[in-house]
């Protein structure tokens, strides 16, 4: 969510694989993980086909914890973090990067932030340092604090107050489908509660969530596991751990009365939809056949829903298919399984709604034919690998993992979990998670085809 450019095994080692292996259509990435004594844990993927590496540090801590009243804290506070140290000045870190050939960024989740880089492998001790120096201290002052404050103000003007839907898909929804403030608040944040944020909240957020045990360093590419953990060591290794405050429990389970809302949008052109079902807990046996539904009913143009309502009725004018902010695969916490769509204004919620209760249906009491089932866990497989192709990316998944799952080495188990959903699986997730009563509605039309009474949710005054 930031807006910027856009000879062995050490002591501790848990796992490693030699080399890059192939086993038919299975890619098994090496993976080698180590925790240092203050806690950073450190996941290395060898992989010598380009002399880059690419960096992930992963904090377990996103818009989830942040405090209340303080709406959108952790996304900026993933700014301030780009704002200098005493050591590194403001401008240094992205001066260092990009200087010496590479690119980076950053991002805020409901369950962690992380920070990515991908460069020439010449270039990973200064990217370390750096990494390490903001993670012991940040230059923490009035300037900085309101500079970032603007920023993410703006960042919200343009990307939701000025924009037609307004990110309804990803923000209203959860603040509709879920009761817990933890899960339902808005992550980018009221005006009132950045403004309020101060550098006492700035100073506590980074002692309780940014110590080197709540993180993971993730690298990825040119270098081998010894390397990496020597390096890590090195640079990390003197930071010591904080404390870090235990989680709150946010756990949900499944909604029991279907929920329906109503928007104004004053930008909208044509009405819109979002419907959200809350997805199983991650690490369930019903993950992956989730995942697979997902993708038979609304991943791509041949999906269900698509054909279904989009090319057979003609009653969607586009698909999309959302985790919430993030993927099948990476949450902590509850999240939802959301499809969204602009639809003809000769149409409607309820008509769309029907169109895919019956798609659902459908899988939930024929199951699916062994061809198609074929094909939507071949293309889930090939947008899983796709997702690890690029040494940063790579270094992002295995160290979101690590931090999300306890353990890299999921990413050579998923593809085996979505090979093993079946047609009895697809029926039986449908059934228990895609109900109508469990799901969240949002039907935003434009301003002109609701009451005059009617706010227009997206002419707010900031």
Do not use: C
């Amino acid at each position: 969510m930031r807006l910027r450019h856009l000879a062995l095994l050490l002591a501790g080692l848990t796992t490693t694989s030699a080399a890059l292996a192939a086993d038919g259509d299975r890619w098994t990435l090496p993976v080698a993980v180590k925790k240092l004594d203050n806690g950073l844990t450190v996941v290395v993927s060898e992989d010598h086909t380009s002399p880059t590496v690419g960096v992930s540090v992963v904090y377990h801590v996103g818009m989830r914890l942040e405090p209340k009243n303080r709406t959108g804290f952790a996304h900026l506070f993933e700014h301030l973090m780009f704002e200098g140290t005493p050591n590194a000045k403001e401008g240094v870190f992205d001066r260092v990067i990009t200087g010496g050939g590479g690119r980076n960024n950053g991002s805020t989740r409901a369950d962690f932030t992380n920070y990515i880089e991908v460069a020439p492998v010449s270039a990973l001790e200064p990217i370390l340092w750096l990494e390490a120096d903001r993670m012991k201290t940040l230059d923490f002052n009035p300037t900085t604090l309101k500079n970032q404050q603007d920023v993410v103000k703006e960042e919200i003007r343009v990307n939701v107050k000025n924009q037609p839907y307004g990110g309804f898909m990803w923000i209203d929804i959860g603040q509709q489908a879920f009761q817990k403030w933890e899960n339902n608040h808005d992550g980018y944040g009221s005006f009132q509660d950045l403004e309020n944020a101060s550098l006492e909240d700035v100073a506590a957020f980074h002692r309780d969530y940014y110590g080197p045990n709540n993180a993971v360093l993730g690298l990825a590419g040119d270098i081998t596991p010894e390397q990496g953990f020597a390096l890590a060591q090195k640079y990390f290794g003197g930071i010591p751990a904080r404390k870090t405050p235990a989680a709150p429990d946010y756990r949900e389970g499944l909604n029991t009365k279907e929920k329906r809302v109503v928007q104004s949008d004053a930008l909208a052109q044509v009405p819109a939809i979002a419907v959200g079902w809350k997805m199983p807990d991650r690490g369930s046996k019903d993950q992956a056949p989730m995942a697979v539904l997902g993708a038979l009913l609304a991943d791509g143009d041949a999906s269900r829903f698509y054909q279904g309502t989009v090319k057979g009725r003609e009653l969607a004018l586009n698909m999309e298919l959302l985790y919430g902010l993030t993927s099948e695969w990476e949450y902590d916490g509850p999240t939802l399984f959301v499809v969204n769509a602009l639809y003809k204004p000769s149409s409607s919620a309820d008509a769309l709604l029907k169109a895919f209760d019956e798609e659902i249906a459908k899988v939930a009491e024929q199951g699916v034919d062994e061809a198609t089932l074929k094909r939507v866990k071949t293309q889930l497989l090939a947008n899983w690998y796709n997702g690890l192709e690029t040494f940063i990316d790579r270094a992002d998944a295995l160290a979101k993992l690590q931090t999300l799952w306890g353990d890299a080495r999921v990413v050579n188990q998923i593809p085996g979990w979505i090979e093993g959903v079946t047609s009895a699986d697809l029926q039986r997730v449908a059934k228990t998670y895609l109900t109508p009563a469990s799901r969240t509605v949002i039907d935003r039309k434009p301003a002109a085809m609701l009451a005059p009474a009617a706010a227009p949710a997206a002419a707010k005054p900031n």
